[in-house]
């Protein structure tokens, strides 16, 4: 039986329709989905009747509602989901909660900011495991500036564009779970591409622990 994974898509910038049709396209996905594109359709109770939870939102309610979903406190589920065991993936919204000091503690960094969208290479990490099967490929997307804030990071994947070089997928454990990072993902040319499809599989099969 297949692991089951809740996926939290849906705001102002990027639409819960992309998010699922990705992860729909994915073909040998080792887990299930079950979406969620409400921010108010959540509890901590709920995320432990799943494997792996992935955040691939902003703090948005939903699409048309920027109040935030997470706000002081609910973070700490997310942490306590971890040390606990569970497998955290977050994919690029799910990396803008800059102000939300417990979700960036557990993600080991933050969005800081991105230029304009255009070209945007994407570099995985030569023999590491994340990246295996994964070659160097060229998209349209959002370059991610970010913030790495822990020294335990062990970073599989770089983007580089005219703006610079950046960090844009990680891996750390805390306490008895495991979390994966994937910063690309603005686009559905991201989404839908092979390279970035194997990226994201790769993550799943590693939080599910069929590494």
């Not at 569970?86 to 417990?102: A, K």
């Amino acid at each position: 039986m297949k692991n089951r994974a809740l996926v939290f898509c849906g705001d102002a910038w990027h639409p819960s329709a992309l998010v699922q049709e990705g992860f729909s396209a994915l073909g040998g996905a080792p887990v299930e989905f079950d979406f969620t594109s409400g921010g108010d359709q959540w509890s901590p109770a709920r995320l432990k009747e799943f494997a792996i939870v992935v955040v691939a939102k902003a703090n948005h309610l939903c699409a048309m509602d920027q109040r935030p979903w997470l706000t002081n406190g609910t973070p700490s589920a997310f942490r306590s989901f971890v040390q606990t065991g569970g497998g955290l993936f977050l994919i690029h919204g799910g990396m803008c909660y800059r102000e939300q000091p417990e979700m960036r503690a557990v993600t080991g960094g933050t969005f800081l900011s991105h230029p304009d969208p255009g070209p945007v290479t994407i570099e995985p990490k030569l023999g590491h495991p994340l990246a295996a099967n994964v070659k160097s490929f060229a998209v349209h997307d959002e370059h991610y500036f970010v913030a790495l804030d822990v020294k335990n990071a062990d970073v599989f994947l770089r983007t580089c564009s005219e703006h610079g070089m950046q960090p844009a997928g990680w891996i750390r454990t805390e306490g008895e779970g495991r979390v994966c990072v994937l910063t690309p993902g603005h686009s559905r040319e991201v989404w839908l591409h092979p390279e970035y499809q194997t990226l994201v599989r790769n993550g799943l099969r590693w939080l599910a622990r069929m590494d």
